[in-house]
């Protein structure tokens, strides 16, 4: 009853394009055409299209977000918003980890523009670096309260999901007017976190590899064996 999209979907790929394009160089015309012909062949009631830069980049101080939000109200405008949003000291801590795998070599003060006792704002002139101001999610939520109204959205944190995960799904599917589904518990991790050793490795290995803009400096190309030995680290976590 649920037609979900995502990676090689072709309204996924249309939510790929628009997530850094400005709405006025868009051809919006072309896009609704896209959008209209999937829609009229979907077999399903419900589509549900699920990706987590549509809400912003943490890595660009969310410069997307407005945007974003205003073509999706152009492309879908009776659509019905879903967000998990995750507690901001683990939502932090994750994007932090994320800018050391892509080649930061800042340590976490560095990172949120955090100096003389303060934080500081967005510095646009380093890839990797982090303004508090992000984690006001009352903010970033009302953008969307304010185009698509507030009984069209569902908020629910993340953490629910871990603690009662049938509630959340419950929630979700009770929201979306489709009958709930009983969860089936998965043994195998997915996305799992360094652990400190291959943290600290990983930071400290940045100094000497190239890994794009991201890193600006560098001596050597991203080693496949540098992977390698993180792997062992994290296969064995402290």
């Known amino acids: 009853d ?3 999209c995502t990676y090689g979907n072709e309204l996924f790929n249309i939510t790929r394009y628009i997530e850094f394009r400005n709405l006025e160089n868009m051809d919006l015309p072309s896009l609704k055409k896209r959008v209209n012909e999937y829609l009229g062949n979907v077999k399903e009631s419900k589509v ?3 990706n987590e830069l549509l809400f912003g980049n943490p890595f660009f101080y969310m410069t997307n977000h407005f945007s974003n939000a205003q073509i999706l109200k152009e492309l879908f405008p009776t659509a019905k918003i879903i967000v998990t949003l995750r507690r901001q000291d683990h939502f932090i801590e994750s994007v932090y980890q994320q800018s050391v795998r892509i080649g930061s070599r800042k340590k976490f003060n560095e990172y949120v523009n955090y100096k003389n006792g303060k934080y500081n704002d967005f510095n646009y002139n380093e890839f990797t670096n982090f303004e508090v101001e992000m984690l006001n999610y009352s903010k970033l939520l009302s953008v969307y309260r304010d185009l698509f109204g507030l009984e069209n959205m569902l908020v629910q944190p993340y953490e629910k999901l871990l603690v009662e995960p049938q509630f959340f ?6 929201f979306m007017q489709v009958p709930s589904q009983q969860l089936v518990k998965s043994k195998s991790k997915v996305n799992s976190s360094y652990s400190n050793v291959s943290f600290f490795l990983r930071r400290f290995m940045n ?3 190239i890994v ?3 890193n600006g400096r560098g001596v050597f190309k991203l080693s496949p064996y540098r992977e390698k030995l993180l792997q062992v680290y994290k ?3 402290i």
């Open 235 to 237: 296969k064995n976590k």
């Open 212 to 214: 794009g803009h991201s």
């Open 48 to 50: 549900i299209i699920s």
């Open 169 to 174: 799904i419950d929630t979700l599917c009770s």
């Open 2 to 4: 649920v037609d979900f």
């Open 207 to 209: 100094r000497f590899v």
